[in-house]
């Protein structure tokens, strides 16, 4: 399970070890701003996206902790869905 909430850091959760499995930070220059969705590629589980209040998108691969590619919106809107 994928949560993510206004301390801007999204967390992975292990729901049979109930116990936290991964939790990624975001950039500095993206930290505070609220998780506003998460999506997972459907073919993928490593690779994860997240979008911000503030119109930002970062796409992570869950094995690395920085973004492999980071999209602002032009409008700064903020980012209720992802699709791959």
Known sequence: M???????????????????AHDL???????GQEITSIRFEPSNALQVA???ER????LYDM???VP???LQHHYKLPIH????
């Open 25 to 31: 930070k975001l950039p500095e220059a993206v930290q």
């Open 55 to 58: 119109g930002k998108v970062l």
């Open 81 to 84: 869905t992802i699709k791959f």
């Open 63 to 65: 094995r690395y902790p």
């Open 50 to 52: 997240v979008g911000t």
């Open 2 to 20: 994928a949560v993510g909430g206004i301390d801007g850091n999204p967390e992975f959760w292990d729901l049979l070890a109930k116990k936290k």
């Open 68 to 70: 492999v590619y980071q």
